[in-house]
């Protein structure tokens, strides 16, 4: 079992710019990927950008250039760091953990911009 939990959201101006992280723990293979998923209020959740266990990063086109993930090797942790940010960016935020044929959801962070 996977745990995954999301942290580092909040409110901020639009301009700004905010870190949110994704931490995994428990049975973890050393093949992985972490996706980044938010959904707005009354939209579907949409794919913002991913990592996988090479360092390799994706990040949905729109969002590129405002929208960049990293990692920290060895403690499973991704960071999802956005600047520039806007008013269409407020969502709730999730972490997506794939181990193979398994994926595990943490709850998400709000993230909210607004002045």
């Known amino acids: 079992q996977v745990q995954v939990v999301e942290s580092g959201g909040g409110r901020v101006q639009p301009g700004g710019s905010l870190i949110v992280s994704c931490a995994a723990s428990g049975s973890i293979s050393s093949r992985y990927e972490i996706e980044w998923f938010r959904q707005a209020p009354g939209k579907k959740r949409e794919w913002v950008g991913g990592i996988g266990s090479g360092g390799i990063t994706d990040v949905e086109n729109a969002m590129k250039g405002r929208f960049t993930i990293s990692r920290v090797i060895g403690n499973n942790t991704v960071f999802l760091k956005m600047d520039n940010l806007k008013p269409d960016d407020t969502a709730v935020y999730y972490c997506?953990?794939?181990?193979?044929?398994?994926?595990?959801w943490g709850q998400g962070t709000q993230v909210t911009v607004s002045s």
């Open positions: 997506r953990f794939v181990d193979g044929p398994n994926d595990y």
